[in-house]
């Protein structure tokens, strides 16, 4: 249960309550039920310690008609028995799994308790949803001292708890930094997983060496994310990263392959067109779709590594151009038009015909006649796909 009320706040409305049933009694009128009213909302609001409202009410009405008689013991005895069963009812209630909200981006307004310490100590509740808000309550306010408590609730048995403490310690920024490289080393592959997402979303440098090691964890989740985590840290993380790519094992070059076409730049996307003749199709694949990745900066390099005479480089080139699509129209276009090595000619033609953009047509069509046979068949390759992927809007039909 959440509310914005102020603790104090219900404790003064059950002490107006029972305050109200000592008047009613003084003046001789019932005041029975206004104490229940008062045993109802203790054990909504501190189910827990609802059984302490039970007994100072029992209490009270002993002290108010003493002595008391048989009767009176069984009324005191009766309010205490409520309060502990009330309690017990709304305590279950609130620990039903569909009563917890677990899942990030959830709504629902949270009220943090200020004292960061007493947070800290309901890391360990037994109550997971207690778990869950006390870390992210921790994250918000950018506590340090909460580190260590939140990476062992790394391990926590409720997936949506782990999160919640990863997404904490990612706003806990570099001091988080230690305890999740560690993390990157766990047996539990979730636990792997959401600390390399933490790592990034802090992208300190410091967590370098730890993240490309784990470039080569056996699982493929891990190895994205911790890939993703090092194109977070960005230029830092280059050096790093063309290196695996060009002396690590098969996991570790096609992580590095991932970040790096994320990082974009001349010296990455050097450094990707190189990966199209890797000896691993995977790699070859993945570094084929970095480059699209890197987008239109990338096009300059691409379009000249269409002369390259290994076929698989220029294949993986055609294919990364007709990923970054139409920002790439002109710069083919061009070479189609002016380009002195056949290959290049070919490749730009192919990459236009990935790409489907009918500004091409004409310049595919003026290549039909070009003294290279395989510009021409590539140009009427292009040509074929435009038609086909513009058939809806209208495509020309004499551009077969």
Request: hydrophobic share 50%.
């Amino acid at each position: 249960m959440r509310f914005t009320r102020p603790a104090w706040g219900r404790l003064a409305v059950i002490a107006l309550i029972i305050g109200l049933s000592v008047l009613f009694f003084a003046t001789g009128a019932a005041y029975t039920d206004l104490l229940y009213l008062a045993l109802i909302l203790a054990a909504f609001w501190y189910p827990g310690r609802a059984v302490y409202a039970g007994v100072l009410v029992a209490a009270l009405q002993v002290a108010l008609e003493y002595p008391p008689g048989p009767e009176t013991l069984v009324r005191a005895a009766f309010f205490i028995a409520i309060a502990y069963l009330l309690g017990h009812l709304f305590g279950a209630a609130g620990g039903r799994p569909e009563a917890r909200h677990l899942r990030i981006g959830e709504p629902g307004p949270v009220v943090c308790d200020p004292d960061t310490r007493r947070l800290i100590t309901r890391l360990s509740s037994r109550n997971p949803e207690t778990r869950y808000q006390a870390a992210g309550c921790l994250g918000d306010a950018r506590e340090p001292a909460a580190v260590g408590p939140l990476a062992d609730l790394l391990d926590d048995p409720e997936s949506g708890v782990r999160w919640k403490a990863a997404e904490a310690l990612g706003k806990l920024g570099s001091p988080a930094v230690g305890p999740l490289t560690e993390s990157l080393k766990n047996e539990n592959v979730d636990v792997r997983w959401m600390a390399a997402v933490a790592l990034g979303d802090i992208a300190d440098p410091a967590a370098i060496p730890a993240l490309v090691a784990a470039l080569n964890d056996e699982d493929t989740y891990v190895r994205s994310r911790v890939a993703l985590a090092l194109a977070a840290i960005g230029k830092p993380a280059e050096a790093a990263l063309i290196a695996g790519l060009l002396t690590g094992n098969e996991r570790v070059r096609w992580g590095s392959a991932l970040a790096l076409g994320r990082i974009g730049g001349a010296e990455a996307v050097e450094a990707l067109i190189g990966a199209l003749h890797d000896p691993d199709e995977d790699v070859r694949r993945r570094a084929a779709s970095a480059l699209g990745d890197a987008g239109e900066a990338a096009v300059p390099a691409l379009v000249a590594a269409l002369k390259a005479d290994d076929r698989d480089i220029r294949q993986g080139v055609t294919a990364a151009l007709g990923q970054i699509g139409k920002p790439a129209v002109s710069a083919l276009v061009m070479a189609l038009r002016t380009g002195d090595d056949p290959h290049v000619r070919a490749g730009a033609a192919l990459a236009l015909g990935k790409i489907g953009d009918p500004a091409a047509v004409d310049a595919l069509i003026e290549a039909l006649g070009d003294s290279k046979e395989e510009v021409g068949r590539a140009a009427r390759e292009a040509l074929g796909g435009i038609r086909r992927h513009n058939l809806g809007e209208g495509a020309p039909e004499q551009h077969d």
